[in-house]
T-cell receptor, first 113, second 117 residues
Framework: AQSVTQLGSHVSVSEGALVLLRCNYSSSVPPYLFWYVQYPNQGLQLLLKYTTGATLVKGINGFEAEFKKSETSFHLTKPSAHMSDAAEYFCAVRPSWGNMLTFGGGTRLMVKP | GAGVSQSPSNKVTEKGKDVELRCDPISGHTALYWYRQSLGQGLEFLIYFQGNSAPDKSGLPSDRFSAERTGGSVSTLTIQRTQQEDSAVYLC???????????????FGPGTRLLVL
């Protein structure tokens, strides 16, 4: 069975500061990895995904994530936080042979002016 | 193009009543998924459709939950004899394919917020 752990249910950063949201997964084989963002009262929006190839993946809104197999991690970063980045972020995995997404518990990002 | 749409956006019902939630996937997406988001349980997978068939129903929490998909498009999630613990946001997602090698992302609708009184 796969599982996803997001360290820190709440993260607060100042506007312009680095954003780092952590995600670790457990899986017997490297899965497909995803980050989603959810704004209040909205559905989930795909930020970026890793399937194969380059381990540094760039997504929308200036976010990127790096797949590190040795650390079973897929942390999400953004060099400079913007007020509009305040939202809840979910890391998810999916086995390469399967279909369902397994989500982490989510991290609520707060951005202080 | 249009994204995934869901209706109703909000539903309040009394315990014991049946409810139907509807999902319109992105045109051309063959795979459709239902998830549930609740405070206590986070985001949980419910069921997956490939075309009109449901090869994976492993996430349905009880036999009060059922879903169907017709014409390879619209899907309906039905909850019979609703209970208060069914209160949650029900999210639908679609993707170009299901499993396979493409690893395509799943695109989510805005959800239906269900409150069982």
């Amino acid at each position: 069975a796969q599982s996803v752990t997001q360290l820190g249910s709440h993260v607060s950063v100042s506007e312009g500061a680095l954003v780092l949201l952590r995600c670790n997964y457990s899986s017997s084989v490297p899965p497909y990895l995803f980050w989603y963002v959810q704004y209040p009262n909205q559905g989930l929006q795909l930020l970026l995904k890793y399937t194969t190839g380059a381990t540094l993946v760039k997504g929308i809104n200036g976010f990127e994530a790096e797949f590190k197999k040795s650390e079973t991690s897929f942390h999400l970063t953004k060099p400079s936080a913007h007020m509009s980045d305040a939202a809840e972020y979910f890391c998810a995995v999916r086995p390469s042979w399967g279909n369902m997404l397994t989500f982490g518990g989510g991290t609520r990002l707060m951005v202080k002016p | 193009g249009a994204g995934v749409s869901q209706s109703p956006s909000n539903k309040v019902t009394e315990k014991g009543k049946d409810v139907e939630l509807r999902c319109d996937p992105i045109s051309g997406h063959t795979a459709l998924y239902w998830y549930r988001q609740s405070l206590g349980q986070g985001l949980e997978f419910l069921i997956y459709f490939q075309g009109n068939s449901a090869p994976d129903k492993s996430g349905l929490p009880s036999d009060r939950f059922s879903a169907e998909r017709t014409g390879g498009s619209v899907s309906t999630l039905t909850i019979q004899r609703t209970q208060q613990e069914d209160s949650a946001v029900y999210l639908c997602a679609s993707s170009l394919d299901g499993g396979g090698l493409a690893g395509t992302g799943q695109y989510f609708g805005p959800g239906t917020r269900l409150l069982v009184l």
